[in-house]
């Protein structure tokens, strides 16, 4: 009995040592690297920063904002920012802990993120009129934003967005509890260095955006220098079925131009394991992009050969849709 405890307590030390060393080695790593460099600037909007980027000159065309997705940052759209700089003024931002902004002690209700953002405009020099883009959940938040600053927002752009009563219809299933679990832990390991010890070592394939080029995926190192961007993540999901549900009753007939561009593309596989038809999701989800743009009296929905991701993240797909953005963002003038 004596040697079995013996050898759990030798295993218990190791353990426990080679922990202790981890952590060491993460916090040594975080306290000699060098602070990230985000490439836009960080602006004080009232106790935090928030990071903006912006490119293209301001001409008499509307100036395009893009809302990134849940926990999406702003060098996803990387190919969309290139291929309309020429012709509009294009502003990417990161919300507050997302990406290189920083932590807000605020709820991330739908209303403050979208005062944030119209106080980040204003104090960077940007002015309306706006052509808002959302992808995935920046879909909700740019009509929550429309709903506040009604007259600053002339037409928006719906990137294989969310449809308010995408759960209902598709009958899709919640994030499990234990997955915010993961994310404090992931969060809390990122405060301590270990996150960017794992991935100095390994390689960051996290956040690997197909398309987007290596200059610029090399960056979302920066991302994991502390726990920063995990709870960011965590913070604003407590507030997505508020977000949701606030899109939905705001999502009435309108004037307003709307285009949506959606994805094609499923993991059908993964459907499948989840007991769902791959088919009769596509069909679903192609009647919600469709059902998005009839809810304006000038809105058009095209469908893209490419994913969630992948209809902006590559070059050929962000073309087409910078084409129409453009033509769009003429017509305005009209």
């Not at 759209?77 to 990406?99: F, M, N, P, Q, T």
């Not at 915010?180 to 390689?203: E, H, R």
């Amino acid at each position: 009995m004596r040697i079995i405890w013996k050898i759990f307590k030798w295993i218990g030390i190791s353990i426990g040592s080679l922990l202790l060393l981890i952590i060491l080695a993460g916090l040594t790593l975080r306290l000699f690297s060098p602070r990230p460099k985000p490439p836009g600037k960080l602006v004080n909007i009232g106790g935090f920063k928030l990071h903006i980027n912006s490119a293209g000159e301001k001409n008499d065309k509307p100036t395009l904002v893009i809302e990134a997705g849940a926990g999406g940052h702003s060098e996803y759209y990387y190919w969309l920012s290139e291929g309309l700089k020429d012709s509009l003024r294009v502003v990417r931002y990161d919300r507050a802990g997302i990406g290189y902004s920083e932590l807000s002690d605020g709820p991330r209700d739908p209303e403050t993120i979208a005062d944030e953002l119209h106080t980040l405009l204003e104090k960077t020099g940007e002015s309306p009129p706006y052509i808002l883009a959302g992808h995935s959940h920046g879909g909700h938040y740019i009509r929550v934003f429309k709903q506040f600053y009604p007259d600053e927002v002339v037409a928006m752009v719906l990137i294989d967005s969310g449809h308010p009563d995408v759960y209902e219809r598709l009958n899709l299933p919640r994030s499990p509890s234990w997955l915010n679990s993961v994310y404090y832990t992931g969060a809390v390991l990122g405060d301590l260095g270990v996150l960017d010890l794992y991935t100095t070592i390994f390689g960051n394939n996290i956040m690997r955006a197909p398309g987007v080029p290596k200059e610029v995926t090399d960056r979302y190192q920066d991302y994991f220098v502390s726990g920063k961007y995990l709870w960011g993540s965590v913070k604003e999901q407590e507030w997505h079925t508020t977000l949701e549900e606030m899109s939905k009753k705001i999502m009435v007939k309108d004037t307003l131009p709307v285009r949506v561009f959606a994805g094609t593309h499923l993991n059908e596989k993964a459907l499948r394991k989840m007991g769902m038809n791959p088919e009769k999701m596509r069909t679903n989800r192609r009647k919600m992009q469709e059902e998005m743009a009839s809810f304006s009296k000038n809105g058009k929905v095209f469908f893209m050969d490419g994913g969630h991701f992948t209809i902006f993240t590559k070059k050929e797909n962000a073309d087409i849709i910078c084409k129409e953005i453009i033509q769009f963002s003429e017509e305005l003038k009209n």
